[in-house]
């Protein structure tokens, strides 16, 4: 990538619409302009126009005129990339905006590449990485929740409060290092060394509750995962169809219909939830392609946040429901959260005839699955969700309870600022670092701050240059700032 090239690409998604943006940045970038773009106002020259200032006009190939737009220009430094940009407002036709880039390109520009507009901002100093990683988060962003967490680091405050942690840091690793340079001058042998030690441990819990605080609101950025599984005919691909509002599976009294896995995803409490309907679980088919399907099913549950296990209320446990439980039991990890839900109590309710279903439940919890809501002996039958996926009775109360069971209500108070900590992050980059930089710190703590000094000081340095990744430091390969920015779209 040449970064004193001129580069163009569209601003705007692909499509029909009212307008369409081109964006040109570069050193050449009102010189191409003046080539292809001919003011209204006759008297207007391109070159001589003032910088933040909107003109009306035509995009012309020689004498042709190509379209009707409005040209915006931004001389350098005070544009979004610090470089010369010119902006087109054109016509929103594929075709229309297609042959403006054309042209540009004739004229000495190139196709920008994945997020080269704002790497170019990085890059030239105008903003620092987690506003950057932000615009593409607030562009993929599904949900207000979502968008609210990512403006944190767009109005800087992500890089203030990194900032903040790197300079007490480098405070105390100034008065360890003044006590290795100068150990004889008098105002070192009187420097506190357990109020540096507290200054340090100040440090390592700011950043511990920025680590904690990014675990909880994860369901929130990235999601809930949930597994809809249970024995044939149980109603799995009705409830899919309740959730999402319309009929994405195809349900059928026939056992067995769902044979591969559906996944859509639905916005439950402004929380973005994968929904996975999969393959019914009978303990004898000689279906090869059913078969598959169960296996599809196990690598659903193994992803999954979130287990609905379904039971049939109008009969009683089978064989087949054993066998789900079975697969349940084979993954290996245990943190995963069961919603156990009893469909169709619309019909006559059987399921409680005998103390099967309790005994399967109580015995998961016993193992250390999570289930939710937590089941106990005495109020079991109250306690477990109830649904009909005829005459939708408990839906909503099952939603509650998937986005519940991952203590996101709790968080999503976050917009308050007692509930905020100083630093948040918002994506796994940040976090991986935070926890490097949390490990360095540690490291540090243990040692004997007199007889170690050298060794404290080697730690906590490794700790500010791990902080100074997050908001971008000369320490990031162009390898990891091209994976960092190839996930903008190119217009961007």
Known sequence: MKLND????????LGYSGLGIVRLSGEDSIKIAEKIFRPKNKTKIVSQLKTFTTHLGYIVDEEKVIDEVLMTIMRKPHSYTCEDVVEFSCHGGPTVLQQVVELCIKHGARIAEPGEFTKRAFLNGRID???AEAVCDIIYSKTKLQ??????SLLGKTKQSVEELID???EVIAELEVSIDYPEEDDVKNINLEKTKEKLEFVIKKITKAIEYSEKITPILEGINVAIIGKVNVGKSSLLNILLNYDRAIVSEIPGTTRDILSETVIIKDVPVRIVDTAGIRTHS???IENIGIERTKNAVKEANVIILM?????VISQDDYKVIEIIQKTEEQTKTIIPVLNKIDKEIKIFSTNDLENILLDLQKSNFKLYP???QKNFKEQILKISCVTKEGIEKLENAIVDSQNVTETQHFSTQDAQPGLIVTNLRQKETLKIAKSELEYAYQFDFIKKTELVCEHLHQAVKELQKIVGSKDLTDDILDIIFSRFCVGK
């Open 374 to 376: 937590k089941l106990d």
């Open 311 to 315: 039971f049939d209320a109008s009969t």
């Open 168 to 170: 007490q840091l480098k």
């Open 286 to 288: 000689q279906d090869i």
């Open 6 to 13: 001129t580069i163009v690409a569209i601003s705007t998604p």
């Open 129 to 131: 990485l987690s506003y």
């Open 147 to 152: 968008n609210q967490l990512y403006v944190n």
